[in-house]
């Protein structure tokens, strides 16, 4: 009796062990996705001042090294603003991709009153 017991046990603290590292993996997908949209939005801004096929050009290739889908990008103005999707590997490739949006651009600062006030478009 007491080895059915412990296969049960063994069991269930595999399966806890797959979905904890399943859980961790999802939000390491999600989170490169994320790093990719700011450092692609990052670069797409800062060659804004060579016109969008240029900047969006630099997006890619900063995607493309991060290991992620480029889905748009666009320069509103001089403000970049990009979307990218990362496909997770293995098993939780079936949940579907992590999606990410970015801007990056200039921003203004006003001086108020001795204090410096900065804002975003």
Same mark, same amino acid.
């Given at each position: 009796?007491?080895? @059915? ?17 399943? @859980? ?8 490169? +996705?994320?790093?990719? +949209? ?14 969008? &096929? ?10 493309? &090294? ?19 999707? +990362? ?10 991709? +992590? ?23």
């Amino acid at each position: 009796m007491a080895t @059915i017991w412990a296969a049960g046990a063994i069991a269930a603290i595999l399966v806890l062990t797959m979905l904890v590292v399943s @859980i961790g993996a999802a939000a390491a997908t999600r989170h490169r +996705a994320e790093s990719a +949209a700011d450092l692609a939005a990052l670069a797409a801004a800062g060659a804004a001042v060579e016109g969008e &096929r240029v900047a969006c050009e630099k997006a890619r290739w900063v995607s493309d &090294r991060m290991g992620v889908e480029l889905r748009s990008c666009r320069l509103d103005g001089w403000d970049a603003r990009i979307e990218v999707v +990362a496909v997770p590997s293995g098993v939780l490739s079936g949940f579907g991709p +992590a999606k990410a949006r970015a801007r990056a651009g200039p921003v203004e600062q006003h001086v108020n009153g001795g204090r410096t006030v900065v804002r975003t478009r």
